[in-house]
């Protein structure tokens, strides 16, 4: 398979909502060339285990994506767990239906809904776990952390990842549509692994292991992640880490 080009062209720029931005997306959104997926799944080789050590509860368990995009985490909690299950939720439904695909084999154990977080079905209610990667970018923090309070139920872990703040001053997500040309991208924010620390707490989350992980890419990540990530050499790209829910009930102060 050819190598993606590191910057491909466009033609102009177009932001649209970001369920409709990933429809687009979703055909291309694993083989484009992404290095910040890259780089995620690469530090989701250690955070999976981290999560699965900090669920108390008894097996089996049930677990909630939030933002499930083409599944690629939700087939990684499959595999490792054979008696979970899971409820896999996004904005998206073109990424849903790639998820749905990808994930064929587990259809007796996972469960798939369209959902922009802010009105969840049941089954994404108190769950022993939640996991969150790539996607608190396009939410407001009282919203994401209003929704994962909901899905969390009290002692459970939650694990989240984001864009690093450093990066999303200089870049957002997005990709080139090549049917058009033009460089799409859904609604951002830049969300700071400090900010996200301060309004996990008001929601009863406590970040777990002394803070967030974030990671810059060195010179040496390159080939690994893909000839889009030479530019952002030295710049912080992505943070991430485990919370407990420690309380229950209405906002904290």
């Not at 406590?206 to 010179?219: D, N």
């Given at each position: 398979m050819a190598t993606p080009p590191s910057d491909p062209p466009f033609t102009s720029i177009r932001y649209l909502p970001t369920g409709e931005a990933y429809d687009r997306w979703a055909p291309i959104y694993d083989t484009d060339g992404n290095f910040l997926q890259a780089l995620d799944?690469?530090?989701?080789?250690a955070l999976l285990p981290q999560l699965i050590?900090?669920?108390?509860?008894p097996r089996p368990w049930r677990i909630v994506d939030l933002g499930c995009?083409?599944?690629r985490n939700t087939s990684q909690l499959l595999a490792q767990l054979p008696d979970c299950r899971v409820v896999a939720l996004d904005a998206?439904?073109?990424?849903?239906d790639v998820a749905r695909a990808r994930l064929a084999c587990y259809q007796d154990r996972v469960s798939f809904a369209q959902s922009d977080l802010l009105a969840p079905p049941g089954t994404a209610l108190a769950a022993d776990a939640a996991l969150s990667t790539l996607v608190v970018e396009h939410v407001p923090l009282a919203a994401f952390f209003a929704q994962a309070a909901r899905a969390v139920?009290?002692?459970g872990a939650l694990l989240l990842t984001n864009m690093h703040e450093q990066m999303g001053a200089i870049?957002?997500?997005g990709f080139v549509d090549a049917r058009t040309g033009e460089k799409i991208r859904p609604r951002s924010y830049a969300h700071g692994?400090?900010?996200?620390?301060r309004e996990a707490r008001r929601w009863?989350?406590?970040?777990?292991?002394?803070?967030?992980?974030?990671?810059?890419?060195?010179?040496?990540?390159v080939e690994r992640l893909g000839p889009r990530s030479r530019k952002w050499v030295g710049v912080m790209c992505w943070y991430g880490g485990i919370f407990r829910k420690v309380r229950d009930g209405e906002v904290g102060g």
């Open positions: 799944s690469l530090e989701m080789q050590s900090s669920i108390p509860s995009g083409t599944g998206s439904q073109g990424m849903l139920r009290l002692g870049s957002q997500a692994a400090g900010e996200v620390v009863g989350f406590e970040v777990l292991g002394g803070g967030l992980e974030e990671r810059a890419v060195e010179e040496g990540m």
